[in-house]
T-cell receptor, first 115, second 110 residues
Framework: AQSVTQLDSHVSVSEGTPVLLRCNYS??????LFWYVQHPNKGLQLLLK??????LVKGINGFEAEFKKSETSFHLTKPSAHMSDAAEYFC?????????????FGAGTRLAVHP | NAGVTQTPKFRILKIGQSMTLQCTQD?????MYWYRQDPGMGLKLIYY???????DKGEVPNGYNVSRSTTEDFPLRLELAAPSQTSVYFC?????????FGSGTRLTVV
């Protein structure tokens, strides 16, 4: 069965310090992996995606993620947090199953950034 | 390019009332989805469609209905609203590469 586990429901960092949001996945197939961000009362915005090309993926706003097949992980990082990064982050696995493009969401990680 | 447009943004319903959440996309995507998001949870799939005239149930379809008469539109219908349907609803469309989400509908059933 396919699943996505976000290991932290809440992460709190100080502005200017590194961010690490952890995601592990379980998939029988080679998945596509995404990180989406949701700011308060907004829709979901794509941060970055992995689709079996380079294992280190760069996204928008200085975020990047590394696909590690041996660890079945796709952790999201940013070297220096900004106040505007405070939001909910979702790790998503995408695979073609049962005739449609199936998206499996993690439960989300809420990132708080303190001055 | 508007992307995925959802209306309304907010709605309060009384128990037993019905309503339709509208969703339109202008990217000519075949795949469209309805999700609900409850506090502290990820998104749960309600219904999906792989093209005009084709719909199927997701993880949590009870209490909802959908139709897909055109590629662009994918409305979600609540026939008899219940408090358990209080949630934020997201419509999405996708190709094989990524999903595009609407800004959501916050529904409260009282």
């Amino acid at each position: 069965a396919q699943s996505v586990t976000q290991l932290d429901s809440h992460v709190s960092v100080s502005e200017g310090t590194p961010v690490l949001l952890r995601c592990n996945y379980s998939s029988s197939y080679s998945p596509s992996l995404f990180w989406y961000v949701q700011h308060p009362n907004k829709g979901l915005q794509l941060l970055l995606k992995y689709t079996s090309a380079a294992t280190l993926v760069k996204g928008i706003n200085g975020f990047e993620a590394e696909f590690k097949k041996s660890e079945t992980s796709f952790h999201l990082t940013k070297p220096s947090a900004h106040m505007s990064d405070a939001a909910e982050y979702f790790c998503v696995v995408s695979l073609f199953s049962g005739g449609y493009n199936k998206l499996i969401f993690g439960a989300g990680t809420r990132l708080a950034v303190h001055p | 390019n508007a992307g995925v447009t959802q209306t309304p943004k907010f709605r309060i319903l009384k128990i037993g009332q019905s309503m339709t959440l509208q969703c339109t996309q202008d990217m000519n995507h075949n795949y469209m989805y309805w999700y609900r998001q409850d506090p502290g949870m990820g998104l749960k799939l309600i219904y999906y469609s792989v093209g005009a005239g084709i719909t199927d149930k997701g993880e949590v379809p009870n209490g909802y209905n959908v139709s897909r008469s055109t590629t662009e539109d994918f409305p979600l219908r609540l026939e008899l609203a219940a408090p358990s349907q209080t949630s934020v609803y997201f419509c999405a469309s996708s190709n094989y590469d990524r999903a595009h989400f609407g800004s959501g509908t916050r529904l409260t059933v009282v």
